[in-house]
């Protein structure tokens, strides 16, 4: 055992937080764990393990600087010193070699790799040395800083966190060795598996199971008791407060319609979805964990589009207007109003008002309204028709002219929101493969595809799922790609699929709301200043760059991603610690 610590690597303390072990009991022995997880070592793991003679125990320990000293002093002292002797039935038993339990019953300690952290079934381990996906479990007082140091190492970390008590678990995508160079180097891993909780487990359940998750979660998530919450208020197709999780969060008369004559249930079921992901995001990752769940913002719902048939294209303005005014008769607050609905008939517009757009952007500036005041609003970019698409690469398509941002989300005042996807796993099996990779343009979304003259657009982008591409065009939507939200039937199903610009939008609202909250005294253009200016592109997004980009090559990017993707500890950063001037001002 001594010969196998010291061929053991050194730890340069400024360099490494530790090592990685593996280590192998003799066979048909146990290890002594205690003493694998004492002070300088963390015992992750322990599994028996078929050997020719019977079966050994596998134990993955995280040791450092200090552990490996400690290792090596209990061999020394099995070397060099007995414990004192000692009576038994009156006779003398002689001492044994101290660390005997220890030392004895290990056969080997080697450096650890991959395969010595990973809980998923064998089968699963990624077999090529290629880019794939995989979850990082981390301890929680680890993970900011694996977080921002694991891209020097290649390794992209998703946005999603999995919150448990004694692990934060995130989505990574790296291949192998840049994987293992990202471990070793950072440390504070307790894990790795394959992702395989998506909305399509939930979605599948039956009936009854699916109330039970519902009661589940519902169980363990307070809603704020906040005298002056921060509200999203949803322009759509109305929302349903049969369903559990929204109840709490949407009074009956916070329930409103455009017009007086139409009813205020959710018949369409948009709405309802929109509501679950402004309250929760997407409800997969909060159902998989089991930490305490708390929901900060409340919901207002403005029926802005009929039951039946569309408004006529000439009143769009108009009807977004009523139903502004509507909801703001119940009085000042803080509201981010939030429009998932675009139209294809102005199109192509190339970027200039119309009738729509500018009606918007006058509501947000304060100009239009029965109340002169100045408004949040966040409009979603549009989808694409992915009958459309082909063979060849989705991007192309997404940046044809045929597909530009949809009215009204071109207004200059309002934050237009696109979609990325970081949702790349399907099941092992599947005659198909997604079509966007991780941390790239969602398949659905829109862009941007006219001059410098007029605002860039999107402002950010957020997560809005992905397609399966088969043998044969066209993509198509799938389960394991998609987000998963409330449905408007709830008790006859609980949970429904949600993707597109469309989920993207009450994301960021979800986002926005909480941010505003945390600063209410703001004023709306500074909230949105904030968001939009936290936002950065993700590593594969720059991979479209050259290796020396000039300014013209910066444009692509801008007319597809806007800013890039949000982060919310940087907003909340800027205006607290951060050195970032605030001006408020006319």
């Given at each position: 055992?001594?010969?196998?610590?010291?061929?053991?690597?050194?730890?340069?303390?400024?360099?490494?937080?530790?090592?990685?072990?593996?280590?192998?009991?003799?066979?048909?022995?146990?290890?002594?764990?205690?003493?694998?997880?004492?002070?300088?070592?963390m015992l992750l793991r322990i599994e028996d393990a078929p050997v020719p003679g019977g079966?050994?125990?596998?134990?993955?320990?995280?040791?450092?600087?200090?552990?490996?000293?400690?290792?090596?002093?209990?061999?020394?002292?099995?070397?060099?010193?007995?414990?004192?002797?000692?009576?038994?039935?009156?006779?003398?038993?002689?001492?044994?070699?101290?660390?005997?339990?220890?030392?004895?019953?290990?056969?080997?300690?080697?450096?650890?790799?991959?395969?010595?952290?990973?809980?998923?079934?064998?089968?699963?381990?990624?077999?090529?040395?290629?880019?794939?996906?995989?979850?990082?479990?981390?301890?929680?007082?680890?993970?900011?800083?694996?977080?921002?140091?694991?891209?020097?190492?290649?390794?992209?970390?998703?946005?999603?966190?999995?919150?448990?008590?004694?692990?934060?678990?995130?989505?990574?995508?790296?291949?192998?060795?840049?994987?293992?160079?990202?471990?070793?180097?950072?440390?504070?891993?307790?894990?790795?598996?394959?992702?395989?909780?998506?909305?399509?487990?939930?979605?599948?359940?039956?009936?009854?199971?699916?109330?039970?998750?519902?009661?589940?979660?519902?169980?363990?998530?307070?809603?704020?008791?906040?005298?002056?919450?921060?509200?999203?208020?949803?322009?759509?197709?109305?929302?349903?407060?049969?369903?559990?999780?929204?109840?709490?969060?949407?009074?009956?008369?916070?329930?409103?319609?455009?017009?007086?004559?139409?009813?205020?249930?959710?018949?369409?079921?948009?709405?309802?979805?929109m509501g679950g992901l402004a309250l929760f995001g997407d409800l997969t990752p909060k159902?998989?964990?089991?930490?305490?769940?708390?929901?900060?913002?409340?919901?207002?719902?403005?029926?802005?589009?009929?039951?039946?048939?569309?408004?006529?294209?000439?009143?769009?303005?108009?009807?977004?207007?009523?139903?502004?005014?509507?909801?703001?008769?119940?009085?000042?607050?803080?509201?981010?109003?939030?429009?998932?609905?675009?139209?294809?008939?102005?199109?192509?517009?190339?970027?200039?008002?119309?009738?729509?757009?500018?009606?918007?952007?006058?509501?947000?500036?304060?100009?239009?309204?029965?109340?002169?005041?100045?408004?949040?609003?966040?409009?979603?970019?549009?989808?694409?028709?992915?009958?459309?698409?082909?063979?060849?690469?989705?991007?192309?398509?997404?940046?044809?002219?045929?597909?530009?941002?949809?009215?009204?989300?071109?207004?200059?005042?309002?934050?237009?929101?696109?979609?990325?996807?970081?949702?790349?796993?399907?099941?092992?099996?599947?005659?198909?493969?997604?079509?966007?990779?991780?941390?790239?343009?969602?398949?659905?979304?829109?862009?941007?595809?006219?001059?410098?003259?007029?605002?860039?657009?999107?402002?950010?982008?957020?997560?809005g799922g992905n397609w399966a591409l088969s043998a044969m065009p066209p993509p198509m939507?799938?389960?394991?790609?998609?987000?998963?939200?409330?449905?408007?039937?709830?008790?006859?199903?609980?949970?429904?699929?949600?993707?597109?610009?469309?989920?993207?939008?009450?994301?960021?609202?979800?986002?926005?709301?909480?941010?505003?909250?945390?600063?209410?005294?703001?004023?709306?253009?500074?909230?949105?200043?904030?968001?939009?200016?936290?936002?950065?592109?993700?590593?594969?997004?720059?991979?479209?760059?050259?290796?020396?980009?000039?300014?013209?090559?910066?444009?692509?990017?801008?007319?597809?991603?806007?800013?890039?993707?949000?982060?919310?500890?940087?907003?909340?950063?800027?205006?607290?610690?951060?050195?970032?001037?605030?001006?408020?001002?006319?």
């Amino acid at each position: 055992m001594l010969q196998a610590i010291d061929a053991l690597p050194d730890i340069p303390a400024a360099e490494l937080p530790g090592v990685y072990l593996e280590v192998r009991s003799r066979v048909d022995e146990r290890l002594k764990k205690d003493s694998l997880d004492a002070s300088g070592l963390m015992l992750l793991r322990i599994e028996d393990a078929p050997v020719p003679g019977g079966a050994e125990e596998r134990a993955t320990v995280f040791a450092t600087a200090k552990g490996i000293e400690k290792l090596r002093k209990k061999v020394e002292q099995f070397r060099t010193e007995d414990t004192p002797d000692r009576e038994k039935d009156g006779e003398i038993v002689p001492g044994r070699p101290k660390n005997a339990d220890l030392v004895q019953s290990v056969a080997a300690i080697t450096e650890a790799g991959l395969r010595a952290l990973w809980r998923s079934p064998p089968g699963k381990f990624p077999g090529a040395d290629v880019a794939t996906v995989w979850e990082v479990w981390l301890e929680p007082q680890m993970t900011e800083a694996f977080v921002a140091a694991a891209p020097n190492y290649g390794v992209i970390v998703g946005a999603d966190r999995l919150e448990f008590p004694e692990d934060t678990v995130v989505v990574v995508q790296a291949d192998r060795n840049q994987l293992a160079q990202a471990v070793r180097r950072l440390g504070g891993v307790r894990a790795l598996a394959a992702p395989t909780i998506t909305a399509d487990f939930f979605d599948g359940l039956p009936v009854a199971e699916q109330a039970h998750w519902v009661n589940e979660l519902a169980g363990r998530t307070t809603y704020t008791d906040n005298p002056d919450p921060g509200y999203v208020a949803l322009l759509d197709t109305g929302v349903s407060r049969a369903h559990p999780l929204i109840q709490p969060a949407l009074s009956v008369d916070d329930r409103h319609a455009a017009n007086p004559a139409w009813g205020l249930e959710d018949v369409k079921g948009h709405g309802t979805q929109m509501g679950g992901l402004a309250l929760f995001g997407d409800l997969t990752p909060k159902l998989h964990q089991g930490n305490p769940v708390s929901v900060v913002n409340r919901l207002e719902s403005v029926k802005l589009l009929p039951d039946a048939g569309m408004n006529p294209h000439h009143l769009l303005g108009a009807v977004t207007r009523q139903a502004i005014n509507a909801v703001e008769q119940v009085g000042p607050r803080r509201r981010t109003f939030t429009m998932t609905t675009t139209t294809g008939e102005d199109t192509p517009h190339d970027g200039a008002p119309t009738s729509w757009s500018t009606e918007v952007d006058q509501l947000a500036a304060g100009v239009s309204g029965e109340v002169k005041q100045q408004r949040l609003v966040l409009v979603s970019a549009g989808n694409t028709d992915n009958f459309t698409f082909g063979a060849g690469n989705y991007l192309d398509r997404c940046d044809h002219e045929d597909n530009e941002i949809e009215s009204p989300a071109q207004a200059w005042n309002v934050v237009s929101v696109g979609a990325f996807t970081e949702k790349t796993v399907l099941p092992n099996g599947e005659p198909a493969q997604a079509l966007a990779p991780f941390g790239d343009l969602s398949p659905a979304s829109r862009t941007a595809s006219w001059s410098s003259h007029w605002p860039n657009k999107p402002d950010v982008v957020l997560e809005g799922g992905n397609w399966a591409l088969s043998a044969m065009p066209p993509p198509m939507r799938h389960g394991w790609l998609s987000l998963l939200s409330t449905h408007h039937n709830y008790p006859v199903r609980s949970f429904t699929f949600t993707f597109d610009t469309s989920a993207a939008t009450a994301l960021a609202a979800k986002d926005v709301t909480e941010l505003w909250s945390d600063y209410p005294t703001l004023w709306p253009e500074t909230v949105r200043g904030l968001y939009v200016s936290s936002a950065r592109w993700t590593q594969q997004m720059r991979a479209h760059l050259p290796a020396q980009p000039n300014k013209g090559h910066y444009t692509p990017l801008f007319q597809r991603y806007g800013y890039g993707v949000p982060d919310m500890a940087r907003a909340r950063r800027s205006a607290s610690n951060a050195l970032t001037l605030i001006v408020e001002d006319r």
